[in-house]
């Protein structure tokens, strides 16, 4: 399990109701700005324009875990 902190970047998967600029299948980047705890956090999520939103109390996917369907959700980044 990889702990979460303000500050770390992290991927965000967007959900349909999501009214965000991108392309379908695409994961937008995010900075996590609270931790409720290892799998909740606050985001703030960058769309393809640049543009960002706040989004709250979003379910953190971790290595170990299934992703959820759907999105609305964040998952680390790819380590490289």
Partial sequence: MIKPT?????????ASYDSL????????????TKVWSDR????????????????????LAQPEDAPPSGGGFCEWMPYR
Wanted: hydrophobic fraction near 50%; charged fraction near 15%.
């Fill in 21 to 32: 600029a991108y392309d379908a299948g695409e994961k937008l980047p995010a900075i996590i």
């Fill in 40 to 59: 909740c956090v606050n985001l703030a999520v960058f769309d393809a324009d640049g543009q960002h939103v706040a989004k709250t109390s979003v379910g």
């Fill in 6 to 14: 303000v500050g770390r970047i992290v991927l965000y998967v967007p």
